[in-house]
């Protein structure tokens, strides 16, 4: 082949934060690089809190419930493209709560909670947030997960603080809220800049909603295209706990903080989640 017929001498090959393809990697050997400095993954370490909870399979006690926040939120940060691990589930207690973070800071760049973030007597982990560094948010006006706190703190060894995001324990709210406020992170961590890999689209709502005045709400739903329009249906229940809706949903329909009510065939903007 003439020389210089694909690449020639002072040519720029990738722009900054460009994603690595196979073929991408190919062109950069045939460059003559042999090393490329790049973005690493981020790491993030996932907290589980309360009593009630018990590893998934395991045998269900009185009043106790399988920990599905801790593989939920592990895949949603892998989706998101970073490393993740575990840090167990931690009792209501101050002490348990704060030696999980401690371990956590010795290895994430971000650390997930969930649980424990709210005004009763066993939300301990705000305390236990500012007992390692210190909280600058706490509480969303969002539907569902108004009671989400953030912080940060310092790393042993580190010149860099971790981020601390303590997410709602009930399963839709902290999923919906990983999706909302940390997955950006992630992704700018990342090296992606504004880009979080979703896409919106406007669509019209086949059913009606009610949610919470003053409280941004994020509806789930089944997305459609017919044509050149979306359509959007409701996906299930919409309480907190309804897992199986989220399951079911493509997209969250965003309604506006100052409204209640939505009737059948308006349109509202969708974040598509797949």
Known sequence: RPMGSDLRVGQRLFDRGALL????????????????????????????????LVPAGAPLGE????????????????DAGAEARSLGI??????????ALKRGLEWADVIVASGGVSVGAH????????????IDLWRIAVQPGKPLAFGRAARPGQPTEALL?????????????????????????????DDTGREMVHA????????????????????EHNGDEWRATLAG????????????????????ETMDT?????QVDVIRIR
């Open 262 to 266: 939505v009737e059948a065939g308006a």
């Open 237 to 256: 229940g919409q309480e907190s706990h309804m897992l199986s809706a989220l399951a079911a949903a493509d997209g969250l329909a965003i309604i506006p």
């Open 63 to 78: 009043a106790q419930i399988p920990d599905s926040n801790t593989p939920g939120l592990m895949a949603a940060a892998r």
């Open 90 to 99: 931690a009792r209501d207690r101050f002490e348990d709560v704060g030696d």
């Open 21 to 52: 393809t196979p073929a991408a990697l190919a062109v950069a050997a045939a460059g003559g690089h042999d090393t490329i400095l790049v973005y690493r993954r981020p790491r993030v370490c996932v907290l589980a809190t309360g009593d009630e």
């Open 123 to 134: 939300d301990v982990v705000r305390d236990a947030f500012e007992s390692v560094g210190r």
């Open 165 to 193: 995001f303590g997410l709602p324990g009930n399963p839709v709210s902290s999923l919906v809220t990983f999706e909302l406020f940390v997955r950006p992170v992630l992704r700018r961590l990342s090296g992606y800049g």
């Open 204 to 223: 019209t709502l086949a059913d009606s909603v009610h949610t919470a005045l003053g409280r941004r709400a994020f509806i789930r739903v089944h997305l």
